[in-house]
């Protein structure tokens, strides 16, 4: 079975571009969240979503940055215009809520570089 | 608001020796709890996690970790480390089952094993 899917894996882009970035959830799952990574501040949550619904934006930076959720199996975040701070890794995570378990699978990340 | 605080940075330990990973969490309910560990640019990889019951949690790759209510913790422990564990090990609490309302990360302790 395919687990959480990213693209792309790397972007390079130049300040005040817009970027989207893709993820597939794991069949099935119901839960999807978009991490960051950075050296300063490791691995910070900015949204999720249950049952396609956006649950808690409160870790999105600033307005620049928006997530949906089209259909129940992908999520796209943007950052328009991307500025340098927002180099990063941005990781998405689908889990299974209400079962008792549903742990958060991550997928590979993209590596995003604003220049 | 929880938080997490891993207080070792990095860590050296030889191959075949012992390894503790430190853990404290800061929540005032029961937490879900969770160690993942994160490869050179990879994504994370679920290694255990703590709902209730026995509080000693065992999980993939040899690793096993103890919650310890009266301490705040969950240590992550290996009983001989082999090269192919360095990586990133991150702990981290969710407030809900399986952590259905997002994640909150430690900033991570990078692991290196000596020859």
């Known amino acids: 079975d395919a687990g959480v899917i990213q693209s792309p894996r790397h972007e390079v882009t130049e300040m005040g571009q817009e970027v989207t970035l893709r993820c597939k959830l794991i069949?099935?799952?119901?839960?999807l969240f978009w991490y960051r990574q950075t050296m300063m501040r490791g691995l910070e949550l900015l949204i999720y979503f249950n049952n396609n619904v956006p649950i808690d934006d409160s870790g999105m930076p600033e307005d620049r940055f928006s997530a949906k959720m089209p259909n129940a199996s992908f999520s796209t975040l943007k950052i328009q215009p991307s500025e340098p701070r927002d180099s990063a890794v941005y990781f998405c995570?689908?889990?299974?809520?209400?079962?008792?378990?549903?742990?958060?699978?991550f997928g590979p990340g993209t590596r995003l570089t604003v220049t | 608001a929880q938080s997490v605080t891993q207080p070792d940075i990095h860590i050296t330990v030889s191959e075949g020796a012992s390894l503790e990973l430190r853990c404290n969490y800061s929540y005032g309910a029961t937490p879900y709890l969770f160690w993942y560990v994160q490869s050179p640019g990879q994504g994370l990889q679920l290694l255990l996690k703590y709902f209730s019951g026995d509080t000693l949690v065992q999980g993939i790759k040899g690793f096993e970790a103890e919650f310890k209510r009266s301490q705040s913790s969950f240590n992550l422990r290996k009983p001989s480390v082999h090269w192919s564990d360095a990586a990133e090990y991150f702990c981290?609490?969710?407030?809900?089952?399986?952590?259905?309302?997002?994640?909150?990360f430690g900033k991570g302790t990078h692991l290196i094993i000596q020859p």
């Open positions: 995570a689908s889990s299974l809520r209400g079962t008792g378990s549903g742990e958060q699978y």
């Open positions: 981290a609490v969710g407030t809900s089952g399986g952590g259905a309302d997002g994640l909150t």
């Open positions: 069949s099935g799952h119901n839960s």
